[in-house]
């Protein structure tokens, strides 16, 4: 197995080519071991087809190292996080590949408190490659174990609507993209006392109604649907629900950030404290909330960083402009289910659509663009570009990926955690400024991919 599939915060790759059930095994070994062959272990699953293989060969190389596994099943990842983080288990683990392709797998370890991994999957990967595992004796083995994964959806259920109540009833179009959204958010809107319509909701790890990954392109049919029946908002998830995309009354895509600002005035309403925003957060976020009078702290893109900033800084809300949004006022992980019932209980209590609040905020020029490029190659591509930036005098910020900030605007390149992509973001002021610097990101890294 390729070192290159355990990633900045987790473990993806497409099963039975580079990765199969032999290496999936030796992955539990590994993470036993790293646990020291002892204490329990919490596992769920998303739809995919090879998830339920995997979930199981995973189980079987914990359990012999000592290690004890509960399975809670088929479930959106949020209620593995949530479920740790209410009961405290020694871990987690999740097994999914989130919004990849469905011929992907993935594995995601998680702590006590329901967060993910970052350094310790170095650690993680180290075992598996050396290959000392703890092997418990026959009769030490530990146990497998199953639990309805209704009793853990009812528990989410009450502590959700325990902290969410909407003012007046709205109507909702749902898309959970044929993934595990399918089986929580539907009752949960409903139990909110909202009325749903959805689309794509059969669990199918084929995802035959959209990719996975909702954004633009993929959501016209939600866009339609909203817009044409009138209804309050659409919402979508990607494949395991930790992130969430919002579709306005007009049927036009919420900006993550736009959605960000709302729930950050929400948030200061009951608390004040910091809010974190990964590098590639438009600058909308920082200027509202610093005319609320709070402070602004920049992470690194990805849910292992942005929690464990979030947790340092007792910060009362996160926003990445993938669709994560992280309300610590419940808990310091992302998901985009019970966010979407607070922006559907933001609205409720306004006299204002969402396409009205979404207008009172003003936005700027901006694109993320995704550019294929080997995951073998994109480090190197990107190294290469800030090299010639440095030459160029820009003064670079460096903590995720390569970002230039001007005074009319930014930009940043960055290598994908879970893809084999380059991800370019840029922002300006101006619409003339936002196409010089993009046009200057494009031909450097043009020049760069052409060499490699």
């Not at 005074?407 to 084999?420: A, F, Y």
Request: hydrophobic share 35%; aromatic share 10%; net charge neutral.
């Amino acid at each position: 197995m390729s070192e290159n599939i355990f990633r900045a915060y987790d473990i993806r790759a497409v099963f039975n080519e580079k990765i199969d059930v032999e290496n999936v095994v030796r992955i539990g070994l590994a993470f036993g071991t790293y646990l020291g062959g002892q204490g329990l272990v919490f596992t769920g699953r998303d739809i995919r087809t090879s998830s339920r293989i995997v979930e199981n060969a995973v189980s079987s190389g914990i359990c012999s190292t000592g290690c004890d596994v509960t399975s809670l099943g088929l479930l959106p990842i949020p209620l593995l996080n949530f479920y740790c983080w209410k009961n405290k288990p020694k871990a987690g683990l999740m097994v999914t590949a989130s919004h990849n392709p469905p011929e992907f797998t993935g594995l995601r370890f998680r702590h006590s408190d329901g967060t993910g991994f970052s350094k310790e999957n170095e650690e993680i990967k180290k075992i598996y490659f050396k290959g000392n595992f703890v092997k418990s004796p026959w009769n030490k083995l530990g146990e497998f174990m199953t639990i309805n994964t209704q009793v853990v959806i009812s528990e989410y259920f009450r502590y959700v609507l325990e902290r969410i109540s909407l003012e007046r009833k709205l109507s909702v179009i749902l898309d959970p993209g044929n993934g595990t959204a399918s089986i929580v958010a539907p009752q949960l809107f409903r139990k909110a006392g909202c009325k749903i319509f959805t689309i794509n909701s059969q669990i199918d790890g084929t995802f035959p109604g959209r990719d996975s990954y909702p954004r633009e392109e993929t959501l016209g049919d939600l866009q339609k649907i909203t817009r044409d029946s009138g209804a309050d908002m659409g919402i979508a998830y990607d494949g395991d629900a930790d992130r969430a995309v919002f579709v306005d009354n007009k049927g036009r895509i919420v900006r993550p950030e736009v959605a960000g600002v709302l729930f950050v005035r929400d948030a200061l309403s009951k608390k004040k404290g910091k809010i974190v925003v990964n590098v590639s957060s438009s600058l909308i976020v920082q200027e509202q909330v610093e005319a609320l009078g709070e402070e602004v702290v920049y992470e690194r893109v990805g849910d292992v960083f942005m929690t464990e900033a979030i947790k340092k800084h007792d910060a009362v809300f996160g926003i990445e402009p993938s669709g994560h949004f992280y309300s610590n006022l419940f808990y310091p992980f992302d998901d985009g289910i019970q966010t979407s019932l607070l922006l559907a209980e933001i609205i409720s209590n306004q006299n204002k659509s969402l396409s009205e609040l979404v207008d009172e905020i003003p936005q700027y020029p901006m694109i993320e663009e995704a550019i294929e490029c080997p995951d073998e190659k994109k480090f190197r591509v990107v190294k290469r570009v800030k090299e010639k930036l440095e030459k160029r005098g820009y003064k670079l910020n460096l903590m995720d990926g390569v970002r230039v900030d001007h005074k009319e605007g930014w930009t940043l390149i960055r290598p994908s955690n879970t893809q084999p992509l380059i991800r370019v973001t840029v922002e300006a002021k101006t619409e003339s400024k936002f196409k010089e610097f993009k046009d200057e990101m494009h031909k450097l890294l043009k020049e760069e991919m052409e060499k490699s």
